[in-house]
């Protein structure tokens, strides 16, 4: 068989030297679900784009599986490893259901900006569009005698509720279930309007079992059944904290339910209950790994399943009785189309394997990767660039990938420090067919290798669809060209996923090239969230605050007392994903309990994610006023990537902090220690794509330069280099802009130098940034800063009224709300928080 090669060394035309001012139309995923933290209900009740299995029915017979997977719907014999493939776009089907007489499947396309119901006819191969609202419609469900359907969809409000409805003659009529209340309990991560999820027939179809959240105030909601006709009011059958997953499945003979749930430990898992909302619910399987999605088969002796033991998807069927799990193996496919295999290997300048990230997109406009790895979803794109948002995965240097035949355009990123290449290629399902991707470095100083990348904010697991591991985390680093990964353990409601793995000592997947060290998110939404890096004896238990409702409902310990647990551990506090636009009005907030200028002005904070998931720009405002009052606090970069997500804000790396740290060790426990200290003593840059450096007098980041009583002319050094085009270019001084400087014809290069004029103690930072987003940076825009050189002057404090005033009466509308508090345990907790608040305001008093 004749076999095509190429070998590509150059990035072509990738848009790069187009203005990022045209590109700020970048918008979340799916805007039309107007339901709070959209992060959480995307990965983890949305469908999702995954090479393994996902939703799955039975067909009626019992004999063959239906289910969605790489976007496609699938159906395949139980007892065989054929799978045959039933859709092939426009578009992503998920969550098939099989009609009950056998000849349809309803599923769910995603498409031209909606989430739209659809049934495919197996005989004829024709597909239908139920639905056409423009909505977000999931989880179809035939009634047992065919004739209704009952869904989910946000077409009425932006929020998830329940529908029921007649298909006649291919029009489907529906109504909604429950009338939708608002709760009067206080809810953060979920809307004040109750939703319904998850909809379950009854084997009579007199009824649909259901998650609700009514005056819940935690977690997605219990579970409940109605029947359709109204007739009688909802009726609780569990009441139990869930996570979007539970997806309750009523048992042909009516007398169980089986649901997913993580009941007292840190994973999901399958249990079973009874309708009657009586009896206690039995765990069916056990493991540290999720399952989702259960399905009973049609005579309610085996259910299927989704679990991800494996770290991607893959259906299991175990039996009711004695427990027997049968993995549901594919080992062969039927393809729709003409389909053509890809051997694909990235290599470096020096033509060495690497590993890097890699999108495809095929001849059908879908996204492809090998049938093993796992895809990800960025989680916001510009639909005037693309229908679709960016799906990727992280390739270990080479693998063989199936997509159908014809043109595929592949784009390649390995961290910030190589070029991003592109390149599009015809491919033959005649012919083998192989491409090598040869990534350049960019053109960065002679010192560059001094400087240490680490990411301060990531979650190995949260909650999402695949189950991660150290080593496959290391593996997701060494893609991103990522040194350091700091894993913040921390909660998903009750359960911390990853509280098995800490330790002091990095962990043993770490390599010559990755540290993979695990960490701590304190996780307080009343004064801002923070991380704990470097804890040299344990996590701080409990793991947050200030949860209302709950018996840790009291708003102590503050962030203050935490950062001193912490500090007595030896470890770098952090604030993480701070400010969004605008920035915190003490005179108009409804209310303002961030705790920063208070942690700040007590000493308390090394470091703060300036680059992060937040505004940058805003980010930074807060942090330039903190530092006209003489307070330092190195910048970081956090991405808060939940590196286990499907739909993930990510990748791993996509903010990072550089670190200076000359003569790097070896060892991995020192060079954790070389890093942190690096780190606290301000030796960094904040990123999510450009690369800078700075020196003042010879003075780096974080260093000091201290000159006497007097006007003195100050010389500065610096660059740019970065793998998108940058719009500005910016000296700061003490908050304001003092120097613009123009980059090459690319907008990726610079070059700087010059002088400025201190009369009086105070800093200077360089910085980057765009107007807008970029298509391959995934976030907001293109940021960059250095934490400043500070420049001391006579040995005297940086001063500045007009920066201490608006702290004190940030710390005063702290003062209000603490004092308003009424869920404190004792009187000692509210003295303890005052105490702070007073010292801090001391602080900022010698400041005016």
Same mark, same amino acid.
């Given at each position: 068989?004749?076999?095509?090669?190429?070998?590509?060394?150059?990035?072509?035309?990738?848009?790069?030297?187009?203005?990022?001012?045209?590109?700020?139309?970048?918008?979340?995923?799916?805007?039309?679900?107007?339901?709070?933290?959209?992060?959480?209900?995307?990965?983890?009740?949305?469908?999702?784009?995954?090479?393994?299995?996902?939703?799955?029915?039975?067909?009626?017979?019992?004999?063959?599986?239906?289910?969605?997977?790489?976007?496609?719907?699938?159906?395949?014999?139980?007892?065989?490893?054929?799978?045959?493939?039933?859709?092939?776009? $426009?578009?992503?089907?998920?969550?098939?259901?099989?009609? $009950?007489?056998?000849?349809?499947?309803?599923?769910? =396309?995603?498409?031209?900006?909606?989430?739209?119901?659809?049934?495919?006819?197996?005989?004829?191969?024709?597909?239908?569009?139920?639905?056409?609202?423009?909505?977000?419609?999931?989880?179809?469900?035939?009634?047992?005698?065919?004739?209704?359907?009952? !869904?989910?969809?946000?077409?009425?409000?932006?929020?998830?509720?329940?529908?029921?409805?007649?298909?006649?003659?291919?029009?489907?009529?529906?109504?909604?279930?429950?009338?939708?209340?608002?709760?009067?309990?206080?809810?953060?991560?979920?809307?004040?309007?109750?939703?319904?999820?998850?909809?379950?027939?009854?084997?009579?179809?007199?009824?649909? #079992?259901?998650?609700?959240?009514?005056?819940?105030?935690?977690?997605?909601?219990?579970?409940?059944?109605?029947?359709?006709?109204?007739?009688?009011?909802?009726?609780?059958?569990?009441?139990?904290?869930?996570?979007?997953?539970?997806?309750?499945?009523?048992?042909?003979?009516?007398?169980?339910?089986?649901?997913?749930?993580?009941?007292?430990?840190?994973?999901?898992? #399958?249990?079973?209950?009874?309708?009657?909302?009586?009896?206690?619910? !039995?765990?069916?399987?056990?493991?540290?790994?999720?399952?989702?999605?259960? %399905?009973?088969?049609?005579?309610?002796?085996?259910?299927? !399943?989704?679990?991800?033991?494996?770290?991607?998807?893959?259906?299991?069927?175990?039996?009711?009785?004695?427990?027997?799990?049968?993995?549901?193996?594919?080992?062969?496919?039927?393809?729709?189309?003409?389909?053509?295999?890809?051997?694909?290997?990235?290599?470096?300048?020096?033509?060495?394997?690497?590993?890097?990230?890699?999108?495809?997109?095929?001849?059908?406009?879908?996204?492809?990767?090998?049938?093993?790895?796992?895809?990800?979803?960025?989680?916001?794109?510009? %639909?005037?660039?693309?229908?679709?948002?960016?799906?990727?995965?992280?390739?270990?240097?080479? /693998?063989?990938?199936?997509?159908?035949?014809?043109?595929?355009?592949?784009?390649?990123?390995?961290?910030?420090?190589?070029?991003?290449?592109?390149?599009?290629?015809?491919?033959?399902?005649?012919?083998?067919?192989?491409?090598?991707?040869?990534?350049?470095?960019?053109?960065?100083?002679?010192?560059?290798?001094?400087?240490?990348?680490?990411?301060?904010?990531?979650?190995?697991?949260?909650?999402?669809?695949?189950?991660?591991?150290?080593?496959?985390?290391?593996?997701?680093?060494?893609?991103?060209?990522?040194?350091?990964?700091?894993?913040?353990?921390?909660?998903?409601?009750? =359960?911390?996923?990853?509280?098995?793995?800490?330790?002091?000592?990095?962990?043993?997947?770490?390599?010559?090239?990755?540290?993979?060290?695990?960490?701590?998110?304190?996780?307080?939404?009343?004064?801002?969230?923070?991380?704990?890096?470097?804890?040299?004896?344990?996590?701080?238990?409990?793991?947050?605050?200030?949860?209302?409702?709950?018996?840790?409902?009291?708003?102590?310990?503050?962030?203050?007392?935490?950062?001193?647990?912490?500090?007595?551990?030896?470890?770098?506090?952090?604030?993480?994903?701070?400010?969004?636009?605008?920035?915190?009005?003490?005179?108009?907030?409804?209310?303002?309990?961030?705790?920063?200028?208070?942690?700040?002005?007590?000493?308390?904070?090394?470091?703060?994610?300036?680059?992060?998931?937040?505004?940058?720009?805003?980010?930074?405002?807060?942090?330039?006023?903190?530092?006209?009052?003489?307070?330092?606090?190195?910048?970081?970069?956090?991405?808060?990537?939940?590196?286990?997500?499907?739909?993930?804000?990510?990748?791993?790396?996509?903010?990072?902090?550089?670190?200076?740290?000359?003569?790097?060790? /070896?060892?991995?426990?020192?060079?954790?220690?070389?890093?942190?200290?690096?780190?606290?003593?301000?030796?960094?840059?904040?990123?999510?794509?450009?690369?800078?450096?700075?020196?003042?007098?010879?003075?780096?980041?974080?260093?000091?330069?201290?000159?006497?009583?007097?006007?003195?002319?100050?010389? !500065?050094?610096?660059?740019?280099?970065?793998?998108?085009?940058?719009?500005?270019?910016?000296?700061?001084?003490?908050?304001?802009?003092?120097?613009?400087?123009?980059?090459?014809?690319?907008?990726?290069?610079?070059?700087?130098?010059?002088?400025?004029?201190?009369?009086?103690?105070?800093?200077?930072?360089?910085?980057?940034?765009?107007?807008?987003?970029? $298509?391959?940076?995934?976030?907001?825009?293109?940021?960059?800063?250095?934490?400043?050189?500070?420049?001391?002057?006579?040995?005297?404090?940086? %001063?500045?009224?007009?920066?201490?005033?608006?702290?004190?009466?940030?710390?005063?509308?702290?003062?209000?709300?603490?004092?308003?508090?009424?869920?404190?345990?004792?009187?000692?907790?509210?003295?303890?928080?005052?105490?702070?608040?007073?010292?801090?305001?001391?602080?900022?008093?010698?400041?005016?």
């Amino acid at each position: 068989m004749r076999k095509s090669s190429f070998v590509i060394g150059l990035a072509i035309a990738i848009g790069l030297a187009c203005s990022s001012s045209a590109l700020a139309q970048r918008e979340t995923v799916l805007k039309q679900i107007d339901v709070p933290h959209n992060y959480y209900y995307r990965e983890m009740y949305l469908p999702q784009l995954t090479t393994g299995p996902s939703a799955l029915a039975w067909s009626p017979d019992g004999t063959e599986l239906v289910y969605s997977m790489q976007g496609s719907l699938w159906r395949q014999v139980i007892d065989t490893g054929t799978a045959i493939q039933l859709t092939a776009g $426009p578009g992503y089907d998920y969550q098939p259901d099989w009609s $009950p007489d056998g000849r349809h499947i309803a599923f769910v =396309r995603y498409l031209d900006d909606a989430v739209e119901l659809h049934t495919l006819d197996l005989d004829s191969g024709e597909i239908t569009a139920l639905t056409s609202e423009g909505a977000v419609n999931l989880e179809p469900r035939w009634s047992p005698d065919g004739a209704k359907v009952a !869904f989910v969809s946000t077409r009425d409000t932006g929020r998830f509720h329940v529908y029921v409805g007649d298909v006649v003659e291919d029009t489907l009529n529906a109504s909604q279930l429950v009338e939708e209340r608002q709760s009067d309990i206080p809810r953060y991560y979920y809307s004040s309007y109750d939703h319904e999820l998850s909809p379950s027939w009854s084997p009579d179809g007199k009824e649909v #079992l259901y998650i609700s959240n009514p005056e819940i105030p935690y977690g997605s909601g219990a579970i409940w059944r109605r029947a359709i006709d109204g007739a009688s009011e909802p009726q609780l059958v569990r009441m139990e904290e869930t996570s979007w997953r539970a997806r309750p499945d009523w048992s042909p003979d009516g007398k169980r339910i089986a649901y997913a749930s993580y009941l007292g430990r840190q994973w999901h898992q #399958l249990w079973v209950t009874t309708p009657e909302g009586r009896a206690e619910p !039995f765990p069916l399987t056990y493991g540290d790994f999720d399952i989702s999605s259960p %399905r009973w088969s049609p005579n309610g002796k085996q259910v299927a !399943f989704v679990a991800n033991e494996s770290g991607n998807t893959e259906i299991r069927i175990q039996d009711m009785v004695g427990g027997k799990s049968t993995l549901l193996d594919i080992t062969a496919r039927e393809y729709m189309n003409p389909v053509a295999n890809l051997r694909l290997d990235i290599v470096d300048q020096a033509g060495e394997p690497v590993a890097a990230r890699v999108a495809i997109v095929a001849s059908d406009g879908r996204s492809y990767a090998p049938d093993e790895a796992l895809m990800h979803a960025d989680d916001g794109f510009d %639909r005037n660039r693309s229908e679709f948002e960016a799906q990727y995965f992280h390739l270990d240097k080479d /693998a063989t990938l199936t997509l159908p035949a014809g043109l595929a355009n592949i784009t390649v990123w390995r961290g910030l420090e190589y070029k991003i290449e592109r390149i599009a290629i015809n491919l033959s399902n005649e012919e083998e067919n192989a491409l090598t991707i040869r990534l350049q470095k960019l053109n960065l100083p002679d010192n560059w290798d001094n400087w240490v990348n680490g990411d301060v904010h990531v979650h190995m697991n949260y909650g999402g669809t695949y189950r991660n591991t150290p080593e496959r985390l290391a593996g997701q680093a060494s893609a991103e060209d990522l040194d350091v990964v700091f894993n913040l353990i921390v909660n998903k409601e009750q =359960r911390v996923p990853d509280i098995r793995y800490f330790s002091a000592e990095p962990d043993a997947a770490s390599n010559d090239d990755v540290l993979i060290l695990h960490a701590q998110e304190f996780h307080t939404s009343f004064w801002g969230h923070m991380g704990l890096i470097g804890l040299k004896s344990h996590l701080l238990v409990p793991d947050y605050s200030s949860y209302p409702g709950t018996a840790a409902a009291s708003i102590y310990p503050d962030n203050a007392t935490i950062s001193r647990l912490a500090h007595e551990q030896g470890a770098a506090v952090g604030y993480v994903h701070p400010f969004e636009p605008p920035a915190p009005d003490p005179a108009t907030a409804t209310s303002l309990t961030n705790a920063f200028p208070v942690d700040v002005a007590l000493g308390l904070v090394d470091y703060y994610e300036v680059v992060g998931f937040a505004n940058p720009r805003t980010s930074a405002e807060v942090w330039y006023g903190l530092m006209n009052c003489g307070m330092q606090v190195t910048a970081a970069g956090g991405t808060d990537a939940m590196a286990n997500y499907a739909s993930l804000r990510g990748p791993v790396g996509i903010n990072r902090t550089y670190v200076n740290v000359p003569g790097i060790s /070896a060892d991995p426990s020192e060079r954790q220690d070389q890093w942190l200290d690096g780190l606290k003593d301000g030796r960094t840059i904040a990123t999510n794509g450009p690369l800078i450096g700075l020196t003042v007098n010879g003075r780096g980041p974080g260093e000091q330069v201290t000159l006497d009583e007097g006007s003195h002319e100050i010389s !500065f050094d610096g660059f740019l280099r970065s793998i998108v085009p940058i719009d500005h270019l910016e000296l700061v001084m003490n908050g304001e802009v003092v120097r613009t400087f123009d980059l090459d014809d690319s907008g990726t290069t610079a070059d700087l130098s010059g002088t400025v004029r201190f009369d009086q103690s105070g800093w200077l930072l360089l910085r980057a940034w765009n107007n807008g987003a970029h $298509p391959l940076i995934f976030d907001l825009y293109p940021y960059a800063t250095t934490t400043p050189v500070f420049v001391s002057i006579g040995n005297k404090e940086p %001063r500045s009224p007009k920066d201490a005033e608006y702290f004190i009466a940030w710390i005063e509308r702290i003062r209000e709300s603490v004092t308003a508090h009424s869920d404190f345990n004792n009187d000692g907790e509210r003295a303890a928080i005052l105490a702070n608040l007073d010292l801090a305001r001391q602080r900022f008093e010698a400041c005016k």
